[in-house]
């Protein structure tokens, strides 16, 4: 990884050395175990050891909190490629020529008419079976359609709370055991942008960092139901619901709800009945809907 | 197995995301790319008991299993001690660079993050910027930028002001 050359790295330059008389921490672990280790795939042994590290070195603590808020390079095409060539598997969109074209448009177009009308036959065979079509959304929030949605039920982005807006700057300390704005930001920014699989990890961090805060674990119980990861989700949308405050017992109840619904929870009907029969909650009303298509 | 055009499909729609999750468990875009070809070729395999719902969860929980597995033979041939590593003490110590850093009040997680990679991670401009997301010229500039101000705080020792990123850039 350390390029000793001068003549390979011209970062090495006088200008461009650390200050004389400074000291820092020597052999810290390389970046990559400890970004391993926030991932949860190192061995008990390897993990332990980069705990032990963490906790006696500020300079790493800050590399990883820092690093939050930056992305690594994507994907390259070449990469892209490569990882493709790997795969004994043939493309099917490697046409020949214009010929393949017209003839697979063709085949796609019909494909698609067969399609809209199998759609029109199966809803009228179904429509007078009780089913869950889509889960209506506050009015508020937008409804999710980037990743595949399930058929049975489809669920509604939760927007983010207003202090990690970007024109808010808290002042003064927060709760120390609540994570403050620029902490929350990250796993924020990758939810606004639809990137689940970031947010999640992010907000699982969180929720492991603070674990009696409940916009983290709250927030990750809601990105694992759009990624559909149903049973995680209920599991973390449980503990949202246990740490919530009044104000958002009502989102935590409805979410877990979803997720118990999802996962053919029996407990489903009777959490969606409770929430039905709060008049005051905003989610009463689609509870009431959901508990009537159940089975 | 599932068809070879719903293979593509699921391909072209999460091979970004399955190389980014394995890249940040590896931390070697190579090893991330081997690793990836691996999930999607377990998909092909034994997608045909998966549901839509499954994904991308799936493919997820493949790439960390996979990237665990790595770990534990890493583990096994060799140990982050051996790695080499950049000599980092100085003769005559007068200041940790967390006590400095910290001293730098106007530096930005960008510019510690570059600091960072640099002299404790030792690694090289682009691979600094592979890992930031940066060009190798905003990395270049952010690390000269943050230097400045370290190098003011040391001399003056107190707050250092500071110059503007442009000024850092142009020296």
Redesign the interface.
């Known amino acids: 990884?350390?390029?000793p050359d001068p003549m390979l790295?011209?970062?090495n330059p006088m200008?461009?050395?650390?200050?004389?008389?400074?000291?820092?921490?020597?052999?810290?672990?390389?970046?990559?175990?400890l970004?391993?280790h926030?991932?949860?795939?190192?061995?008990e042994?390897?993990a332990k050891?980069i705990e032990a590290h963490l906790a006696s070195c500020?300079?790493c603590r800050?590399?990883l909190?820092?690093?939050?808020?930056?992305?690594?390079?994507?994907?390259t095409n070449r990469?892209?490629e490569?990882?493709?060539g790997?795969?004994?598997?043939?493309?099917?969109?490697s046409g020949k020529n214009w010929r393949w074209y017209a003839v697979s448009g063709a085949v796609a177009a019909t494909l698609l008419v067969c399609a809209i009308l199998a759609l029109h036959t199966w809803r009228s065979v179904l429509g007078a079976a009780p089913q869950i079509t889509q889960a209506p959304a506050q009015p508020s929030q937008a409804t999710v359609a980037s990743?595949?949605a399930?058929p049975e039920i489809a669920v509604a982005k939760l927007n983010p709370p207003l202090n990690t807006a970007p024109g808010l700057v808290l002042r003064g300390a927060g709760p120390i055991d609540q994570p403050d704005a620029s902490q929350l930001a990250p796993a924020f920014d990758a939810y606004a942008k639809g990137?689940y699989?970031?947010a999640a990890?992010r907000f699982n961090l969180l929720a492991k960092q603070f674990p009696r805060a409940e916009d983290p674990v709250l927030y990750l119980g809601v990105t694992?139901l759009l990624?559909?990861?149903?049973p995680?989700a209920l599991v973390s949308l449980t503990r949202a619901e246990q740490l919530a405050t009044t104000s958002q017992q009502d989102v935590a109840k409805w979410y877990r709800a979803i997720a118990a619904v999802?996962v053919r929870d029996p407990e489903a009907p009777e959490l969606l009945r409770n929430l039905c029969r709060r008049d005051s909650s905003t989610y009463a009303k689609q509870a009431c809907e959901l508990l009537n298509q159940l089975p | 197995m599932i068809s070879i055009d719903e293979f593509n499909g699921i391909y072209r729609q999460y091979v970004d995301a399955v190389f980014r999750v394995t890249l940040r468990s590896v931390g070697r875009r190579e090893i991330a790319e081997e690793i990836t070809s691996e999930v999607f070729l377990t998909l092909y395999q034994n997608g045909d008991n998966l549901t839509p719902e499954q994904l991308p969860a799936w493919l997820f929980t493949v790439a960390k299993r996979r990237a665990a597995d790595y770990w534990r033979r890493w583990y096994v041939e060799e140990r982050w001690q051996a790695e080499e590593r950049p000599s980092s003490e100085t003769a005559t110590p007068e200041l940790s660079l967390e006590d400095l850093l910290a001293k730098c009040t106007s530096l930005k997680p960008v510019h510690r993050a570059c600091i960072m990679l640099r002299f404790v991670q030792g690694m090289s401009r682009a691979e600094i910027a592979a890992q930031t997301g940066l060009n190798e010229l905003q990395v270049k500039g952010h690390l000269q930028y943050a230097l400045k101000l370290m190098r003011d705080a040391l001399t003056t020792r107190r707050p250092a002001s500071p110059p503007t990123e442009e000024m850092a850039t142009d020296a």
């Open positions: 990884m350390h390029n790295d011209p970062l200008e461009e050395q650390l200050p004389e008389g400074l000291r820092f921490t020597p052999r810290c672990p390389p970046l990559r175990l970004l391993a926030q991932e949860g795939v190192l061995p042994d390897g050891e500020g300079l800050g590399l909190s820092d690093l939050g808020a930056l992305e690594p390079h994507g994907l990469e892209r490569a990882i493709r790997k795969l004994p598997i043939p493309m099917a969109s990743t595949p399930p990137d699989p970031l990890e694992q990624m559909h990861d149903d995680a999802r």
